[in-house]
């Protein structure tokens, strides 16, 4: 008796949940104060100096800024301005220390976005010198893990990430295509050596080609996929509509997210590892939230259906609002790493944080 009346509390409790986080609020009032919440506990936790784990210049922190870009495009506080304006100042707007490594220049996108709308040429001038020798550089040799190939080459999923939008922006910003040709051009080479035709789906780097999961399946990971998929959304959205291989991107978008959106799992998320989420067999809300933003984005850019992926988007909401504490801290981010780890309600970082506001910027579009 106790057990159906526990089991009786939690439907209700379940269906609370889906009633407050979907089909009963779906306005866009909600969505930005959750991503007020969790912005202002992780401004609130680099001010108590808790939670900068590593130089500013960083991919973390560089992933966790197109977030807050995203907040303030729709919500333009003078705080968010003043927190990116601040950290560009202090790091005299310049990129991480290893020059042609995609994860030092990720902080460029923070960079172009605060140019567009300051205009203040010191924000791109270093980002645009060290752009111009991507440009000139041969970029030749195989993708193949070896050691440093990630300083030469963009030869793991996140890099599609971290440079190839950096690029755009530039070109979006100084109308120079010169930029984007040449991230057009590594996006393909990379995607050639790592995208599996076959699973519609990327694999981490080369080391990964033979892996196998402990169900037997192929290694495809949650957040190296997100990085594609939200990759690929600001790629486009910084090219020209008549761009030379536009489609190209809309296809593999549509193909990426068709078998993403097949993944899912029945709670709205997805695990750290795509095709074992078994043995990783919780929630995983970086991941989650990158694949909430692509999606979103997908739809309010015409190319996925509505009908088809708004209850997909709507599902990994939920699961994302239920990953936060309290207090706005997001939880289940998986740590640092180069493949599928567990995380708990405990778990979180800066990219995760930056992922969520990325989805919720584009929940918030869609429901506008």
């Known amino acids: ?138 970029f030749n040799e195989s993708l193949k893990v070896v050691p440093k190939i990630n300083h030469r080459e963009w030869a793991w999923c996140d890099a599609l990430f971290m440079g190839p939008p950096s690029m755009a922006m530039l070109s979006k910003a100084t109308g120079d295509l010169k930029y984007l040709k040449k991230a057009d051009t590594l996006w393909w080479k990379t995607s050639a050596y790592l995208y599996d035709q076959n699973e519609s789906l990327y694999y981490r780097d080369s080391r990964f080609f033979d892996r196998k999961e402990a169900n037997g399946k192929k290694v495809f990971w949650s957040r190296g996929n997100g990085w594609v998929l939200a990759g690929l959304a600001r790629m486009m959205d910084n090219m020209p509509k008549d761009f030379q291989s536009r489609r190209s991107y809309q296809e593999q978008f549509k193909q990426m997210a068709k078998k993403i959106a097949s993944l899912q799992q029945p709670d709205g998320s997805w695990h750290a590892s795509l095709y074992d989420p078994i043995t990783f067999n919780l ?26 992926y708004q209850p997909v988007v709507e599902k990994a909401w939920a699961a994302l609002l239920s990953s936060i504490h309290p207090n706005g801290k997001l939880g289940y981010v998986q740590p640092i790493g180069d493949k599928p780890v567990k995380a708990g309600y405990d778990s979180t970082d800066v990219y995760g944080v930056g992922a969520f506001l990325l989805a919720g910027s584009e929940l918030y579009k869609l429901y506008k």
Request: proline letters at 2%.
């Open 1 to 138: 008796m106790i057990k159906k009346v526990l089991g009786a509390i939690l439907i209700c409790f379940l269906f609370a949940n889906t009633v407050a986080y979907g089909d009963g609020n779906r306005n866009p009032d909600s969505v930005l104060k959750v991503m007020n919440r969790v912005a202002h506990w992780q401004m609130n936790e680099w001010k108590e100096g808790r939670i900068i784990k590593l130089p500013k210049t960083e991919w973390e922190n560089g992933a966790m800024y197109t977030g807050f870009i995203a907040l303030k495009q729709i919500d333009n506080h003078t705080a968010y301005d003043k927190f990116l304006y601040n950290i560009g100042e202090e790091l005299n707007w310049n990129t991480g220390p290893s020059r042609l490594f995609a994860d030092d220049y990720v902080i460029a996108q923070m960079y172009v976005a605060m140019y567009m709308e300051h205009r203040e040429r010191k924000m791109i001038a270093k980002w645009q010198l060290l752009a111009d020798t991507i440009v000139k550089k041969q």
């Open 283 to 308: 929630k995983e809300s970086s991941g989650t939230a990158f694949f909430c933003y692509g999606l979103a984005w997908g739809i309010n850019n015409g190319l996925l259906s509505k009908r088809k």
